[in-house]
């Protein structure tokens, strides 16, 4: 009984790990405390952001189609914002391999079957009462 517990929890670590984001910060940008992951709140436009905003950087996301969803991706652009102390992300894009993409990586194992999102991680000012 054990070993299964253990092989579940690797299983999940493994499937966690199936989204990487990479981030490229924007100018000079304020060095901030990192924000919990939860809290980062998505637009999915920059006209929803309710007031003053700064760009804090690029988040670019990638991961297999066939071990991650858009959750996933987003979650994973949350926590790298949030580390980088941007309290909010924009949206931007998220693409899909073609069909055909995914059945050649299902059927021969060779690559280009990611899933990419995009969006802007960016600190929104609060307002003072």
């Known amino acids: 009984m054990r070993r299964w517990g253990i092989l579940i929890v690797t299983f999940c670590f493994i499937l966690a790990g199936c989204v990487t984001t990479n981030a490229v910060r924007l100018g000079m940008v304020a060095n901030r405390p990192s924000v919990p992951w939860r809290d980062v709140v998505v637009y999915r436009t920059a006209d929803q952001v309710p007031g003053r905003y700064e760009e804090v950087a690029l988040l ?31 949206l931007d894009a998220m693409s899909e391999p073609s069909s055909g993409a995914k059945v050649a990586a299902a059927i021969f194992g060779v690559g280009g079957a990611d899933r990419k999102g995009k969006a802007i991680a960016i600190y929104v000012y609060l307002k003072e009462h």
């Open 60 to 90: 670019v996301s990638t991961g297999s189609s066939r071990w991650t969803n858009e959750t996933q991706m987003w979650n994973s652009m949350m926590q790298s914002a949030g580390v980088l102390g941007a309290n909010a992300i924009i």
